[in-house]
């Protein structure tokens, strides 16, 4: 059976991560064009699932640019993001202060046109 032709669920919940979503030459991107998304997004929905998870760092920043130029609001998609303390492609730091999460939230808002995440994890690695 071809995935187009699969209409299943699953018990198993599965999260698609967009970490591979992103501006072609972008690093780490793999997925390039919006109509590769959706065709994800149609057989991860096809399965059952509804989950997407994605995150400022993924492929500096433009994973969450290529979610928001699909149509995954009218798909009743639940998505989580990620902010990291690190660094943007351009250098600049990104920290937990509040003055940057109040900048970095409204920037992830903004590529993914909404005004609110389903959940927004605040992330920090600690080396032992």
């Known amino acids: 059976m071809s995935s187009s032709d699969t ?3 699953s018990n198993v919940g599965v999260v698609l991560g967009l970490m591979t979503w992103g501006k072609e030459g972008t690093e780490g991107a793999r997925v390039h064009t919006i109509k590769d998304c959706e065709g994800m997004l149609d057989i991860f929905q096809k399965h059952g699932h509804n989950e997407l998870d994605t995150a400022f760092v ?3 920043h433009t994973s ?4 928001g130029e699909t149509d995954w ?3 009743g998609l639940v998505v989580g ?3 990291y303390p690190s660094k943007t492609s351009d ?4 920290t937990h202060s509040r003055a940057d999460l109040r900048k970095f939230l ?3 808002l903004e590529a993914c046109k909404r005004t609110c995440f389903d959940m927004w994890y605040l992330r ?3 080396h032992i």
């Open 91 to 94: 250098g600049t730091p990104i």
């Open 124 to 126: 920090k690695l600690i």
């Open 81 to 83: 993001t990620k902010l």
């Open 64 to 67: 969450e640019q290529m979610l």
């Open 73 to 75: 609001t009218k798909r």
């Open 106 to 108: 409204d920037m992830q």
């Open 58 to 60: 993924y492929t500096s």
């Open 7 to 9: 209409t299943a669920s």
